[in-house]
């Protein structure tokens, strides 16, 4: 299908905090209990509407242990947007986010959009941040913030296409110079009959990295 834009993202984030399962519920609507620990990086496309423009999200998850971090850092390079996810039952996950941005901001474009997610809020009774707690880390970093469940899928939709509207506003407001590729969008040949639904139907394959 052919679209406006491609936008490419990038999720961040500690190992288990659910960045797989996000992909996985964004690009085929479905959960998987047990994921396996992600190798290197995954993949993930899906075509979404901004503005009655066709925009194809090309979404690359990472894999959040140390040893992998060199390879994750090749990633920053070229991504129009970050996913910075944390596990809102996991104190640690929360406390490790500034480490998480100051390496995002190290190797991406100053213009890269960053969405903060607390994930797995279907686990409330368990929960070890508070939404407050979110917001502020948001707040002070000028990030835009969300809490999400993978499981349910609530504001999964939202996060990935929030995030997408916002890198469009840069877009049309000038930020953005979009004959550079290396800003992690690129132009395509726009249908000159567009759907209204907001989205259609993704992809979702693994691209593992040694």
């Known amino acids: 299908m052919s679209y406006a834009y491609l936008f490419k993202y990038i999720i961040i984030g500690d190992t288990g ?19 396996e620990l992600t190798i290197g990086v995954e993949f993930g496309a899906r075509m979404v ?5 066709q925009i194809k999200l090309q979404i690359w998850d990472t894999a959040g242990q140390e040893s992998f971090r060199s390879i994750t850092r090749s990633y920053y390079r070229g991504a129009a947007g970050a996913l910075l996810v944390y596990d809102i039952t996991r104190r640690e996950t929360f406390n490790h ?13 100053s213009n890269m959009v960053v969405m903060l997610i607390g994930n797995k809020s ?16 948001a707040r002070k970093n000028g990030l835009v913030f969300m809490e999400t469940s993978a499981k349910t899928s609530s504001n999964v939709e939202r996060a990935f296409i929030d995030t997408a509207s916002t890198i469009h506003e840069n877009i049309t407001a000038g930020v953005f110079d979009v004959t550079n590729e290396s800003l992690g969008i690129k132009v395509g040949v726009a249908s000159s009959e567009l759907p209204n639904s907001s989205s259609t139907a993704g992809s979702y394959a693994h691209k593992n990295c040694c």
């Open 17 to 35: 905090v659910g960045k797989s399962c996000l992909l996985l519920q964004f690009t085929d609507k479905r959960f998987q209990a047990i994921h």
């Open 49 to 53: 509407a901004i503005d009655e423009r």
């Open 97 to 109: 986010l500034t480490r998480w941005l100051e390496e995002a901001r190290q190797n991406s474009n």
């Open 122 to 137: 279907d686990l409330g009774h368990r929960r070890a941040v508070s939404t407050d707690e979110g917001e502020e880390f």
